[in-house]
Structure formats: structure tokens, C-alpha cells
T-cell receptor, first 113, second 110 residues
Framework: DTAVSQTPKYLVTQMGNDKSIKCEQN?????MYWYKQDSKKFLKIMFS???????INETVPNRFSPKSPDKAHLNLHINSLELGDSAVYFC????????????FGDGTRLSIL | DAKTTQPPSMDCAEGRAANLPCNHS???????VYWYRQIHSQGPQYIIH???NNETNEMASLIITEDRKSSTLILPHATLRDTAVYYC???????????FGKGTRLHILP
């Protein structure tokens, strides 16, 4: 069973559109994250949620809105897509406290035409 | 900015031990050393972490120097499937934010 799953795996769309990426984890973790990996392969955190509450927001444009309907899901909605949004987006999860590592999904490759 | 320094790339022969170094000279007493790797087209995968003692699990061993300013990840018997970018990260316990640097691209040679 996949621990952290993201859909879709690939997303190709036009500039200006609105799109969503879904993430689900079956590990029973309390905290979930979104990361962005750009064309230069730098991986940067965007958001983290703990029990549906926003914990980290790394000055991401407000066109990006994470939504957590329950602690097993953290979806990412992006409005008015721009060329610079093209990247691979990774979802991750971890236990709430201590030194527990983060577990990552396999990413969603977003391409803006 | 990442608080670690790693060589950009390394080669290792298949079946040999791969030793990946990491410098973290500004590490503070409550920061752990973590290692992740990213195989092409996959998400980062946790490998191992430690505070000051050496650690070993089914994937790798982590050797941390006594002054904690550097560490080495050891893959005891490298296989072609170990070809990946390896990230060394320092992180305070309970801090959810992981800062990834550029990592080391490890090539396993047949």
C-alpha cells in the first residue's frame, strides 16, 4: 500500500487556469506538508498542516491555497496559474512531535503552457 | 539556506561501500543530522538520522564525528538501485521545516 499518494502524477495546463493536486496519507500521521522542486532541483517547503491547522506558510503567493478536510488529506489548489509555477510538487507527512522523519509522495509534475 | 556542505557528485563501484561525507560545522547541540535520498522521478526517501551516536539500520550506517561538525553516510554494499541524490540535513527536534541543500549525486558504476 502506498503510504503517501498524490494525484495526478502529471498535470499539463494553460496559463491562467485553476487546478488542484490531491494528497492522502495512510500512515496515521498528524502533520502534512507541501514542497516545491523547481527546474534546478531545489526542494523547498511551502506549507505544513498539523491536525488540519496551518503551521508553516513559507511566503507562498496567495494564489496557492492548501486545504485539509481531515488529517489524512492535504490538497493544494492553485489559482491563475503562471509559467513560474511549473515544477514538481511533493506532498509529505510525519508524526506530530519529536524527531520523526517525513515520508514523501512521488510528486506531481505540473507543466504550464 | 542549507546548513550543510556536501560534494556535488561521487562515484562508487557496485558491491563496494559508498561513503558520503557531509560537513555541518555550525550545528548546534539540539540539532539532529538526517539523511534522505531522491531517486530519479521519485520523492525523497528517509534513510537515517542521529544526534551524536553512530546509528545503523537496514539501509545504512551514520557515523558522526565526536565534535559533531561532520558526518558520513555509509551504504555498505552499493547496488545500481542506490544511484540517487543524497541529502544531508540538520534539523532541530520538533522543527517541521526541512531545508534541503544541493545534495550529492551518487553514481554506482557496474
Amino acid at each position: 500500500d502506498t503510504a503517501v499518494s498524490q494525484t495526478p502524477k502529471y498535470l499539463v495546463t494553460q496559463m491562467g487556469n485553476d487546478k488542484s493536486i490531491k494528497c492522502e496519507q495512510n500512515l496515521g500521521h498528524d502533520t502534512m506538508y507541501w514542497y516545491k522542486q523547481d527546474s534546478k532541483k531545489f526542494l523547498k517547503i511551502m506549507f505544513s498542516y498539523n491536525n488540519k491547522e496551518l503551521i508553516i506558510n513559507e511566503t507562498v503567493p496567495n494564489r496557492f491555497s492548501p486545504k485539509s478536510p481531515d488529517k489524512a488529506h492535504l490538497n493544494l489548489h492553485i489559482n491563475s496559474l503562471e509559467l513560474g509555477d511549473s515544477a514538481v510538487y511533493f506532498c509529505a507527512s510525519s508524526q506530530e512531535t519529536g524527531v520523526q522523519p517525513q515520508h514523501f509522495g512521488d510528486g506531481t509534475r505540473l507543466s504550464i503552457l | 539556506d542549507a546548513k550543510t556542505t556536501q560534494p556535488p557528485s561521487m562515484d562508487c563501484a557496485e558491491g563496494r561501500a559508498a561513503n558520503l561525507p557531509c560537513n555541518h560545522s555550525t550545528i548546534s547541540g539540539n540539532e539532529y543530522v538526517y539523511w534522505y535520498r531522491q531517486i530519479h522521478s521519485q520523492g525523497p526517501q528517509y534513510i537515517i538520522h542521529g544526534l551524536k551516536n553512530n546509528e545503523t539500520n537496514e539501509m545504512a550506517s551514520l557515523i558522526i564525528t565526536e565534535d559533531r561538525k561532520s558526518s558520513t553516510l555509509i551504504l555498505p554494499h552499493a547496488t545500481l538501485r542506490d544511484t540517487a541524490v543524497y541529502y544531508c540535513i540538520v534539523r532541530v527536534a520538533g522543527d517541521d521545516k526541512i531545508i534541503f541543500g544541493k545534495g550529492t549525486r551518487l553514481h554506482i558504476l557496474p
